[in-house]
């Protein structure tokens, strides 16, 4: 899939990463966005101007199928139980109650996603009912969040940090209570797959999200009694290289032995694919 128009100047780099996420859910295996001046601005916070390079459509390009999507007529969108394509218009189910929201994974993992639920959050407190659990996607991220001033908005709301990773979406703690509703910024809801087989999982926005994290209900997050939170991201990046250890050379790391406990089988050696599956 590929996304081009005039659209694509209000779309972060960020912006784009989550519609590419969710191509997959498409079916799509690839989706692509020309590179422009917001990817370079991008790298260039996180100091890697040099690896900028053009990507545009060949000028005679052909498509099998073209799309228009008005920006301008989108509203807040949410995914009902269990299926990532089951959308409706959060205004349809507003009002259903919620009793744990996580916000941070793969499907919204820029700055400005946890930045904009913890503008939300600030100087208020979440329902008493809710479990707000934050995944920050990375160590860039949450030193970050901790220089705005957005990690102590979020926790003094009521807000549980945990470590990066996949943690909820793949079942990996924060299994919701069963039969119960969970909100999620998460790219699937197939049932189960939270870890809870009689699971709940709402897939929405970090705005909405966050509007019910405040209000105990699915909430679109424009009735609200605030304006779109409007934050200021830094122009640089905490980029810590410090942390990255440079691989082995391949003789050393073939003698390399991979230490684990007993209770951590090794993977059998699978035969060559056929050629015809």
């Known amino acids: 899939m590929e996304y081009h128009g005039p659209g694509l100047a209000s779309l972060a780099v960020m912006d784009r990463h989550v519609i590419a996420n969710m191509g997959a859910e498409l079916g799509a295996t690839t989706t692509v966005f020309p590179t422009?001046?917001?990817?370079l601005e991008f790298l260039r916070a996180q100091d890697r101007a040099s690896d900028f390079k053009e990507l545009v459509a060949d000028?005679?390009?052909?498509?099998?199928?073209?799309?228009?999507?008005?920006?301008?007529?989108?509203?807040?969108?949410?995914?009902?139980?269990?299926?990532?394509d089951n959308v409706v218009p959060v205004r349809e189910v507003a009002g259903t109650e919620v009793r744990q929201v996580v916000i941070g994974s793969s499907a919204n993992p820029g700055l400005r996603d946890f930045a904009v639920a913890a503008?939300?959050?600030?100087?208020?407190?979440?329902h008493d009912a809710v479990s707000f659990d934050v995944n920050p996607t990375s160590r860039e991220i949450l030193a970050d969040l901790t220089k705005m001033g957005a990690t102590l908005d979020l926790v003094s709301a009521g807000a549980r940090?945990?470590?990066?990773?996949?943690?909820?979406?793949?079942?990996?703690?924060?299994a919701p209570a069963?039969?119960?509703?969970?909100?999620?910024?998460?790219?699937r809801n197939f049932p189960g797959r939270s870890g809870t087989r009689e699971d709940r999982v709402w897939l929405c926005s970090p705005a909405t999200a966050t509007a019910a994290a405040l209000t105990g209900v699915i909430t679109d997050p424009r009735e609200l009694s605030?304006?779109?939170p409007s934050v200021a991201l830094p122009g640089r990046a905490t980029v810590n290289t410090a942390m990255l250890v440079p691989p082995l050379p391949p003789e050393r790391a073939a003698r390399e032995e991979l230490v684990k406990g007993p209770n951590i089988s090794s993977l059998p050696d699978f035969p060559p694919l056929p050629d015809d599956i």
């Open 161 to 174: 940090l945990h470590q990066a990773g996949c943690l909820g979406c793949i079942g990996m703690g924060q």
């Open 226 to 228: 605030m304006g779109y």
């Open 178 to 187: 069963a039969g119960h509703n969970s909100l999620r910024t998460f790219p």
């Open 119 to 126: 503008a939300m959050v600030r100087g208020r407190q979440t």
């Open 36 to 39: 422009d001046e917001a990817v």
């Open 59 to 84: 000028p005679d390009s052909v498509y099998d199928v073209a799309e228009e999507i008005d920006l301008s007529a989108l509203e807040p969108l949410i995914a009902c139980p269990s299926t990532p």
